[in-house]
């Protein structure tokens, strides 16, 4: 049964991710597609950062 990662803690999945040999930032990238379908209808993200979640997630300094 494959694994609801959307369900998991940005740390979890980037361990599950480095575990795996997974290119790093893409968690943030299957987070951020989350985000893009289900929050029209929740709008419980009032503002969103996408470039700075994956650069954050590459090892990049993100905001500020």
Request: charged share 30%; with cysteine.
């Amino acid at each position: 049964m494959t694994e609801n990662l959307s369900r998991k803690t940005a740390r979890r999945t980037g361990i599950l991710d480095r575990d795996q040999g997974r290119q790093p930032g893409r968690s943030a990238g299957r987070d951020l597609a989350t985000i893009a379908r289900v929050n029209p209808k929740l709008n419980a993200i009032v503002t969103l950062v996408a470039d700075a979640a994956r650069g954050s997630a590459q090892g990049r300094r993100g905001c500020g």
